[in-house]
């Protein structure tokens, strides 16, 4: 799978599980410099914990994947780069 395509995977699973009532409330703590899904911290690494573990496994560090996730408007991608 490449980056795009995890990237994309990773997008559709945030966009399924999107709270905007919550996502309006992240936004404005973050001074609305950040889109968000509206997901707590919890759901979110259920999200991702399977790229995550599979690099780990790998025993590589996927760059361009985080490069897309923190060059994301959308301020639940972004914490993807920052926790890996």
């Not at 994309?8 to 699973?13: C, V």
């Not at 936004?27 to 609305?32: I, P």
């Amino acid at each position: 799978m490449t980056s795009q395509e995890k990237f994309d995977l990773l997008e559709k699973r945030m966009a399924s599980q999107a709270d905007t009532g919550q996502a309006e409330k992240m936004a404005a703590y973050m001074k609305n410099h950040f889109d968000f899904y509206g997901i707590p911290a919890c759901p979110r690494r259920l999200i991702y914990k399977d790229l995550i573990a599979a690099d780990k496994k790998a025993k590589s560090i996927d760059w361009l994947l985080l490069d897309l996730a923190w060059a994301s408007p959308n301020g639940n991608c972004t914490t993807l780069s920052v926790i890996i």
